[in-house]
């Protein structure tokens, strides 16, 4: 994604732009794609439920992405095949021009035409309008000239409180879906426009896409969206994890938009050429940003316990899940990019599953079902990315640009006739595998039971216990509520956007902590469980869950969980997490349930009232929502769980919190009624 600074994103994408650090594209190379036999049954002693049916596999399933991307520019019968337009125009860009909003509030965007390469003024005829909206300064976020030379006009607009535009910022306020109404609106009336808009970006700019497309109503000038690595639940996949604080990005994040939000109309202004105004709008713009008081109110409120530590009305105001249905209500195609290794890994395949559960006429919080119809109208592609390089080793401008020359176009480029869209990357399989469902039509639930240690198989740690296949004889293993971790992790890395792997890849290094876990497994408060070694592969095609059965001294209880593959080597690659405060174990309806009547997503309120302290040394069930991801665990591997108390930077409680965790023991039971299991979907 070379120049995407707008879809790479709040965290180190942004960092990097301001340390001069490559943009996506430019780092960490990938191991080369090798397309591998598909996975043969899973290992032999996990049977297979009998009393459910196997339905069809999912078509070509061993495809590598260049096939993919090749197919989905096969044409409909009878027609052409689809061949990008060549870059025939030239740009000319309109800065800083004034859009009012509803309640008188103006915004600046910049605006790029097609122009005439040899005269350089706006070509002759009507083009499609791309508008993207930005909290992090048109100027950083810079244009997409490819697809403007291929005729596209691009619009690039500040979001209000950002950049040089007028008011003041708050985290996807409704005031900013209303804006985006009537950007939309008047990027569809810009000179040279054919009426027809598309929105495209990432994260920020990929949230408030979705909210934009379910405020727009139907028959809109927007005709089709494309965004890249987006949350579903905002107060879910970015503030919390399970009921604790993510304090590791949410200060990152806010750290940086409040010193762009400050900084960027100074910038801007004094730039050369600039045109901003006059001295006085710009001394009201610089005096709107500073007067918010977003940034240190809502860290404050979030760390300390207040109300945006819990779900509520705040955070459904800004739930793009919520939304999913009034998008397909309203004719918007979308096509979404997310990333195994994503600060919002967890919300990309929901999206996915609601937007296709709302045209197929399901409820959007439920789990698809097998037999059900899908459309290439909403498509996922899921790739091994980090939040800061999303899209890297992918043509996504290519992407975007078959996408939208299908929808604002009105071209047959037979990418929306595809019986298979989503197109996820195979962790551990270095390919990328095409599906229509998730979890995957021919997945089935499986159960691994934590059991006794010790196994020999790491002797670092505390327990090291097993995992069987039948519950195993009683007994419990004691682990202490730790309170801090090591910082170099595979989940300090993710959170952070991959800034560790992106850092130390410019410098030609790699960081061995991030990609084996062993060293995060010793001392009092870990635990570890592993299978016995794999006969045959072992491929995770769906969410996963924990369910612990547990006692603890203190009124509160903190877990965290990490799935890992264990090589033949030793090393222990963490594959995905899950976390969950033991005050907010309530699950509702929903939920997702197995078949076996386990819980593969399990559901918390998080709210308040939902919230119940611990009676010490009572068994209690935990439910555990494990991220999910689509890995493959090859024969000779084995799989391994592993339970902490702490992870930090990412997760801290907060004070209230770690009073009630403060000096816990807890004991990890299994065996009886109270046997503590994984619920994995597996794929054959």
Not at 370 to 385: A, E, N
Request: proline share 9%; net charge negative.
């Amino acid at each position: 994604m070379p120049g995407r600074g707008r879809g790479l994103l709040v965290a180190c994408g942004v960092a990097a732009l301001w340390l001069g650090m490559p943009g996506t594209g430019a780092v960490v190379p990938l191991r080369t794609a090798a397309v591998l036999p598909a996975p043969g049954h899973i290992v032999p002693h996990l049977p297979r439920p009998a009393a459910r049916a196997a339905p069809a596999p999912e078509p070509d399933a061993s495809r590598a992405l260049g096939s993919v991307l090749a197919a989905s520019m096969a044409p409909p019968p009878g027609r052409p095949r689809w061949v990008p337009e060549e870059p025939v125009y030239g740009l000319f860009t309109a800065s800083n021009l004034p859009v009012k909003m509803a309640d008188g509030v103006v915004l600046r965007a910049n605006v790029l035409f097609p122009a005439d390469p040899g005269t350089g003024v706006p070509a002759v005829g009507s083009f499609p309008v791309l508008l993207t909206q930005t909290p992090y300064g048109k100027a950083l976020s810079g244009p997409e000239p490819d697809l403007v030379r291929r005729g596209f006009i691009e619009v690039i607009a500040d979001v209000r409180g950002t950049g040089d535009s007028h008011g003041q910022f708050g985290l996807l306020d409704p005031a900013q879906i209303s804006d985006g109404v009537t950007l939309v609106r008047w990027a569809a009336a810009l000179p040279h426009s054919n009426g027809r808009v598309g929105l495209f970006g990432g994260s920020y700019l990929g949230i408030n896409q979705l909210l934009t497309a379910a405020a727009v109503g139907p028959d809109s000038p927007l005709k089709a969206i494309f965004p890249a690595v987006a949350a579903s639940d905002v107060y879910r996949d970015m503030a919390v994890m399970g009921g604790i604080p993510d304090a590791e990005f949410s200060g990152y994040f806010l750290g940086l938009t409040a010193g762009m939000n400050a900084a960027l109309p100074l910038k801007e202004g004094t730039a050369a050429g600039a045109d901003q105004g006059t001295p006085a709008e710009m001394t009201t713009v610089e005096k709107d940003h500073l007067s918010g008081d977003f940034h240190a109110t809502y860290l404050t409120n979030l760390l300390q316990g207040g109300d945006l530590a819990y779900d509520g009305g705040y955070w459904a105001a800004r739930r793009p899940r919520s939304v999913l249905g009034a998008i397909v209500a309203n004719r918007i195609p979308a096509y979404l990019v997310g990333g195994w290794r994503d600060i919002f890994q967890r919300g990309e395949p929901l999206n996915y599953t609601g937007l296709q559960n709302a045209w197929a006429g399901r409820p959007v919080e439920a789990a698809m079902r097998p037999d059900q119809p899908v459309t290439g109208r909403y498509q996922l592609l899921m790739g091994p990315w980090y939040h800061g390089n999303v899209g890297q080793g992918v043509n996504l401008t290519l992407l975007e640009l078959q996408w939208f020359d299908t929808w604002l176009r009105g071209e047959p480029t037979g990418v929306d006739r595809t019986p298979t869209p989503l197109h996820i990357y195979e962790v551990g399989g270095d390919r990328y595998v095409e599906a229509s469902h998730w979890p995957l039509r021919q997945a089935h639930p499986e159960r691994l039971y934590l059991s006794q240690g010790r196994t020999g198989v790491a002797p670092w740690s505390l327990n090291d216990g097993g995992m069987t296949v039948a519950p195993p004889a009683l007994g419990a293993d004691p682990v202490a509520f730790q309170g801090a971790s090591t910082p170099c992790s595979a989940s300090t890395d993710q959170w952070a956007g991959g800034l560790l792997t992106l850092t130390a890849s410019t410098a030609r290094r790699e960081v061995v902590c991030t990609e084996d876990d062993r060293a995060g497994q010793v001392g009092p408060g870990v635990l570890t469980y592993t299978t016995g070694v794999l006969s045959e592969p072992m491929v995770i095609g769906g969410p996963i869950g924990v369910t612990l059965f547990a006692t603890s001294t203190s009124p509160d209880a903190e877990f965290v969980v990490t799935v890992e593959d264990v090589g033949a080597d030793g090393v222990s690659t963490p594959l995905t997490q899950g976390a969950l405060l033991g005050s907010l174990r309530a699950v509702d309806a929903g939920s997702w349930a197995a078949a076996d009547g386990g819980l593969l997503l399990p559901h918390h309120p998080l709210t308040r009232p939902s919230e119940s302290l611990l009676t010490p040394d009572q068994v209690t069930r935990f439910d555990i929502e494990v991220y999910p991801v689509y890995a493959l665990i090859r024969k000779g591997h084995t799989f391994r769980l592993t339970i902490a108390t702490s992870d930090t930077p990412h997760l801290v409680p907060t004070p209230e919190q770690l009073a009630h965790l403060a000096g816990g023991v807890y004991q990890v039971l299994h065996g009886g009624s109270a046997a503590s299991y994984v619920e994995l979907d597996l794929a054959d």
